[in-house]
């Protein structure tokens, strides 16, 4: 059900920082743990 697949992507624990706990974005995904400032340090 369509409810169901939301229901999962809501619940989908957001990335954060390794560095600064900072959330990570999803097109930011290739960055791995660090978020976009950690990455480029
Ligand atoms: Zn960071």
Not at 6 to 17: A, G
């Amino acid at each position: 059900m369509l409810e169901n697949v939301l229901e999962f992507f809501r619940n989908l624990p957001k990335k954060n920082c390794a560095t600064c706990g900072e959330t990570i974005e999803e097109q930011h995904e290739c960055y791995g743990n660090h978020c976009d400032k950690c990455s480029n340090l």
